[in-house]
């Protein structure tokens, strides 16, 4: 069996397990039982059960259409506008949703800051590698055209700015009784919106120009579905 065939295949069980049993129910010794190997053969491929989730999710991203469809816009200040967009209304989206599977994968991103941060850093890895180039070559057009102004010298840093802001905000939402005041602001993706577009240097006119513009259905439901 080749090495791409195998691979496929301990993916395949892995999803599976994941499903059924979640991240800490799931060990390496459940998924290569699985996939009809021994432990060992699985290590080869993926050394650790975050490496093994991480590129689960990375490949849930890599092939959804609408998400390629977003990334293939051409770089612009709208195409910059909507990813950010997109990146807020996902976060915010979390802690309503009826779907708990974005809420788990949420904690197990803040225990993994709690504990080694080896899963934060590979999806981090993978999220920046996905949708940082778009990101960047979107600002570095807001600012050729002038409607944004430069803000340091890393553009990937300032993607990884407005990615934390808007995963932190949904933080404080994620329990029951939200741990700020501002969980219930129905204006607040709006707001953080704004406040992300600023930071990354964007000028008030442009932001007034393209944040209220109408996104197409499909632009729209590909945007809420950035990993983040």
């Known amino acids: 069996m080749t090495h791409d065939l195998r691979r496929e295949l301990i993916l395949a069980a892995a999803k599976r397990c994941f499903a059924h049993h979640g991240f800490a129910g799931t060990t390496t ?8 190997i021994s432990e060992g053969l699985l290590f080869k491929h993926f050394p650790t059960k975050s490496a093994l989730y991480a590129e689960i999710l990375a490949e849930e991203c890599e092939a959804d259409p609408g998400l390629h469809k977003l990334l293939g816009l051409p770089p612009s200040t ?10 807020v209304g996902h976060f915010l989206d979390i802690p309503g949703s009826e779907e708990q599977e974005e809420a788990q994968r949420m904690r197990l991103m803040i225990i993994s800051h709690l504990n080694d941060g080896e899963f934060a850093r590979l999806l981090f890895e993978k999220v920046g590698a996905l949708i940082g180039p778009a990101f ?18 890393a553009p990937l840093t300032l993607f990884w700015f407005a990615h934390h802001t808007a995963m932190m905000a949904a933080l404080s939402r994620l329990p029951a009784v939200p741990t700020l005041p501002y969980g219930d602001n129905p204006d607040l993706a709006r707001q953080l919106c704004e406040f ?33």
């Open 29 to 36: 010794k459940s998924v290569a039982a699985a996939a009809s």
């Open 78 to 87: 709208d195409t910059l506008v909507v990813l950010i967009r997109g990146m």
């Open 136 to 153: 960047a070559a979107s600002l570095e057009r807001a600012v050729a055209t002038g409607d944004a102004r430069p803000v340091g010298q």
């Open 196 to 228: 992300i577009l600023r930071g990354i240097g964007l000028t008030e006119i442009a932001i007034a120009l393209h944040l209220d513009r109408e996104m197409p259905l499909d632009l729209m439901a590909a945007a809420t579905t950035e990993s983040a």
